[in-house]
């Protein structure tokens, strides 16, 4: 394994982030609890607790964030002060993060106090139940992402995305160059961050230093500056890991590319290829053909297990044809 690993970070959101500039979309504002902004929102779902108010508490899950629209506001109306203030006492003994009203509702003073004495956050946004949800659910699914960061070079080959991995001064910068140079484009160089969204890792620069190269000899240069728009690109889904691995002699390669390598990252497994590096081979071609291959076999055509097949039934006619072998005799 290369040491391509600069962190894995353990995302964090706080109540108080759903009221910063990122999520000024949401239009949220405190209503009451203002002392629990600090509590931490662990998953990206949103619960309605309907069946909680109704008295099934145990339905209650830490760590997400409970809307309380129409519906809710309706059923606490229709409950006597006394058994309002109790049930929503119930609610709030469950570790609740924090509640969320919508379509601008006015909350019930029990409400109010129950919040404020239990430390939870109540907001409240001028946005319907759904379009909040929506927003809320994109927002969380963001920031709470698995992500990493690599030493590497990350670029869009042909649509696919090829994250290229090695030591330092191995040439990872030189050989990008020289494919956008080719016409593919650019994500991040030295640096990639990849975010896991469920089954997709998603790949981008640092904003510090995005569409900007170091190539050694030159210094920084900037891509989108010297090549155009269409060199370079915000993000791209990583696809493939190609390793560029120095030369050695009578290191073992892989020939026929029957056994398919793999590279693990946040969990997830990638098509892994392996490059030797060495005078006189043209890696940026050479990548473009890994490029190329990549997409023939996610269409379900592998030429090195097809010229397998035909070797194998080859074979097999050829030992039919020859006939039962018998002892010769004496």
């Known amino acids: 394994m290369l040491p ?21 979309h949401l239009a949220l504002e405190v209503i ?4 629990g902004l600090e509590k931490e929102i662990t998953v990206p779902r949103i619960q309605k607790p309907g069946l909680a108010l109704a008295g099934f508490i145990e339905y209650i899950h830490p760590g997400r964030v409970q809307i ?19 049930i929503l006492n119930q609610v709030c003994a469950c570790d609740v993060t924090c509640f969320v009203m919508t379509k601008g509702l006015e909350p019930p003073i029990e409400l109010i106090a129950a919040a404020e004495s239990h430390g939870i956050p109540l907001l409240r946004t001028p946005r319907v139940s759904s379009a909040t949800i929506d927003g809320l659910t994109d927002f969380l699914e963001e920031r709470l992402a698995p992500r990493i960061s690599l030493h590497g070079v990350l670029l869009d080959v042909y649509g696919v995305g090829v994250l290229l991995l090695g030591e330092s001064g191995i040439g990872k910068s030189e050989c990008a160059l020289d ?13 990639v961050e990849i975010t896991r969204k469920g089954s997709v890792l998603r790949g981008t620069g640092p904003e510090l230093t995005r569409y ?71 890696l940026s071609v050479l990548i473009e053909v890994a490029a ?39």
């Open 179 to 191: 494919l956008v140079v080719r016409g593919h484009r650019l994500v991040s160089d030295d640096i």
């Open 4 to 24: 391509t690993d600069i962190s894995a970070q353990t995302p964090r959101i706080r109540v108080r982030d759903l009221l910063l500039g990122e999520a000024a």
């Open 212 to 282: 900007h190269m170091e190539v050694r000899g030159l210094g920084i240069i900037n891509i989108k500056d010297l090549f155009g728009v269409a060199s370079v690109r915000y993000n791209k889904d990583v696809d493939m890991v190609v390793q560029l691995d120095r030369w050695e002699e009578g290191k073992e390669y892989e020939r026929l590319g029957l056994d398919q390598r793999t590279y693990d990252v946040l969990g997830l497994s990638l098509p892994h290829v392996v490059m030797p590096v060495a005078p006189g081979r043209y």
């Open 68 to 86: 309380l629209g129409q519906s809710e506001m309706t059923f606490l109306e229709g409950q006597p002060a006394d058994k309002r203030r109790e």
């Open 292 to 330: 190329r291959n990549h997409l023939l076999k996610t269409k379900g055509y592998d030429p090195a297990r097809e010229l397998a097949t035909r070797l194998e039934s080859r074979l097999i006619k050829a030992a039919r044809a020859k006939g039962p072998i018998t002892p010769h005799e004496d």
């Open 32 to 35: 009451a609890g203002s002392g």
